[in-house]
């Protein structure tokens, strides 16, 4: 049997990362899929078989991270798609998460991120091709109230690979990065908190936490329409850099744009007085 590609993904065990093996597998490609509970994948791998390897693994061991890449390379002979998935939302205004919280944030959606990336590209290099798609978020280009900690992930991870695709380019290596809006996944209930402090009440974190806790916070992306555009965009040459996916995504990071790029014009003169005079 041919199989269409080969995949490795993070982050396998609900949401989009679920979703994203199960709809590969369903359309014959191999998944080589990575969890952080035993068995999450179970049913999966009782219908796929051996089209689907489940590893475990925690995204903030980096030695883990190297040796599981590893496994996947050597037991599907090489791998088509890199996708990190894995991560997840600090869900707090600033002041009120603690410092543990903050570093497993940043340990999970950026370390976790480029540990994956590096371990992978000497097999990719190797093979001579690969594709990577790199989860990131609306929230990678634009800011919510009480998503202080996943944005400074987000933008991280995104100046991170926008570098990288530079620098891979020349090995036939693409890079994408993922940008959904909000979606009804288990996102959302998987969040960290903190403990709130009463001051944020009447603030725009108070705000976003009410509208997140009481339902009213707009939720309409499709789970399936965004994982088969993730799958479609790895047919795409040149990789696209960014792959907006979802109303809010798109209305919200234009409008951040553009407020980014009239604030610099806006200082067009400052900048060029700046420089050192002829």
């Known amino acids: 049997m041919i199989f269409m590609k080969t995949w490795f993904i993070t982050g396998t065990s609900s949401g989009l990362g679920r979703v994203l093996t199960e709809k590969l597998l369903e359309q014959g490609n191999r998944v080589f899929a990575t969890v952080r509970k035993a068995d999450a994948l179970k049913d ?19 030695e883990a991270i190297r040796q599981v890449v590893s496994k996947a390379f050597t037991e599907f002979e090489r791998i088509d798609v890199i996708v990190n998935n ?3 939302a600090l869900f707090c205004a600033a002041e009120e998460a603690n410092d543990d919280q903050i570093r497993l944030q940043i340990d999970t959606n950026i370390v976790g991120s480029i540990q994956v990336i590096r371990a992978a590209l000497p097999f990719l290099r190797a093979q001579g091709y690969g594709r990577i798609l790199q989860l990131s978020s609306a929230g990678g280009q634009t800011t919510y109230p009480n998503f202080s900690f996943y944005h400074t992930t987000k933008w991280a991870v995104e100046g991170f690979c926008e570098t990288l ?41 108070g705000d976003v936490r009410r509208a997140v806790y009481n339902g009213t916070f707009p939720i309409n992306g499709d789970v399936n329409k965004t994982v088969q555009a993730m799958i479609d965009s790895v047919e795409i040459e040149p990789a696209p850099r960014r792959l907006a996916l979802g109303l809010d995504a798109y209305r919200d990071m234009r409008a951040s744009l553009i407020s980014r790029l009239e604030a610099l014009d806006a200082q067009k003169d400052l900048a060029l007085a700046s420089e050192i005079d002829n």
């Not at 999966?44 to 980096?62: A, Y």
């Not at 990065?177 to 402090?197: L, R, Y």
Request: glycine share 8%; aromatic share 8%.
């Open 165 to 205: 695709a530079q620098e891979i380019a020349p090995f036939n290596i693409g890079v994408t990065i993922v940008e959904p809006g909000a979606h009804k996944t288990s996102f959302g209930t998987a969040m960290a908190t903190a403990p709130t402090m009463h001051v944020y009440d009447q603030t725009p974190a």
């Open 44 to 62: 999966l791998k009782e219908r796929f078989g051996n089209n689907l390897v489940v590893e475990i693994l925690d995204v903030t061991d980096t």
């Open 86 to 88: 894995a991560g997840y």
